[in-house]
């Protein structure tokens, strides 16, 4: 049993299931350069990426456009304007053939802070598993059971090799979400009196929830002041990294959000590296980075990371932290 199945990507398939019958298109290699290739004619440029129209925006029916209509003709003045548009095709079809109901429904959607737009073969992969499998309760050694484990650790080993993190140094645990996995945290770390918490001014709720704990085990909590533009100060930080005398025995913890649900801003994870040379240890909160940027452990020596896959690609369907 091939326990790997389930994973998704969207790139890889839809490249896989057009490889035999269809050229490769043009991909973030095209330029200006492009349309001087292609005899100087758009028309031919359109051919090489697969595009005979142009695309309906705001939702609507796809139609066939006449090269005449004042819609191709518009678009290919676009297109000779600002080239670098069709670096994106690869981002249209996945839209098309995984969020077609954006467009059907006329959705305009920017929550991704909230919630990623769970894909449509996402879940068609995941109602297969569903449909063809008998799964059990994990805690036993029964066959449904061995298989819902098995499942269970090939998404352990995905999501390492997703972020890079070496299997010797990492252990990955599923929570309800990342306030979950947060909570967690918190309550299993070893405060005592002498100890300290860190944390930016803009750290999530949940995260400042964390310095209850800190607090009733007599541990000192510092809060990391923001400037007028929302980000973090240099000298703010160091200050606030050292280490006096005191507490230099004792565990601290510095908890850094890589990026701000306030606000926004994705702060720098040199950061990271400073706190762990002055020996605390460090909880990276990676719930609203991850999304869209590429985090990748091997580089950011975290003791504890958290995440929501929600925000990645679940969306609505049950939400998992890890």
């Not at 929501?308 to 932290?321: A, E, Q, R």
């Amino acid at each position: 049993m091939n326990s790997m199945k389930w994973q998704w990507n969207p790139l890889k398939t839809r490249r896989d299931s057009r490889a035999k019958s269809e050229p490769k298109p043009i991909g973030k290699d095209v330029n200006s350069d492009d349309f001087q290739a292609a005899n100087g004619t758009i028309t031919s440029l359109l051919s090489r990426v697969r595009l005979k129209s142009p695309p309906v925006p705001f939702g609507g029916e796809t139609r066939a456009v006449s090269k005449t209509s004042p819609e191709h003709l518009a678009y290919t003045s676009f297109l000779k304007q600002h080239p670098e548009y069709l670096r994106t095709l690869e981002l249209d079809d996945v839209r098309k053939e995984e969020f077609e109901r954006l467009d059907k429904q006329r959705h305009i959607y920017l929550d991704y802070t909230g919630g990623a737009v769970y894909p449509k073969s996402l879940v068609e992969s995941h109602t297969s598993i569903l449909l063809h499998s008998t799964l059990g309760n994990p805690h036993s050694v029964n066959p449904t059971s061995t298989l819902s484990t098995e499942y269970a650790d090939a998404a352990r080993a995905a999501v390492l090799r997703f972020f890079e993190a070496d299997p010797k140094i990492y252990d990955v645990m599923f929570t309800q979400n990342a306030t979950g996995a947060l909570k967690l945290v918190g309550e299993s770390y070893p405060f005592t009196e002498g100890s300290r918490l860190l944390l930016p001014l803009d750290s999530h709720n949940s995260v400042a929830g964390i310095s209850e704990f800190a607090k009733r085990k007599e541990a000192t909590v510092d809060i990391i002041p923001l400037q007028h533009d929302l980000r973090l100060d240099d000298s703010d930080v160091l200050k606030s990294l050292h280490i006096p005398p005191s507490s230099a025995s004792q565990p601290n913890l510095f908890i850094y959000p890589a990026q701000s649900n306030l606000s926004g801003v994705q702060h720098s994870l040199e950061y990271i590296r400073l706190a762990k040379a002055q020996g605390w240890d460090v909880f990276l909160d990676a719930s609203a980075y991850v999304p869209t940027k590429k985090l990748n452990l091997s580089e950011v020596p975290v003791d504890f990371v958290c995440i929501s896959f929600y925000k990645v690609c679940l969306g609505t369907l049950p939400v998992l932290g890890v």
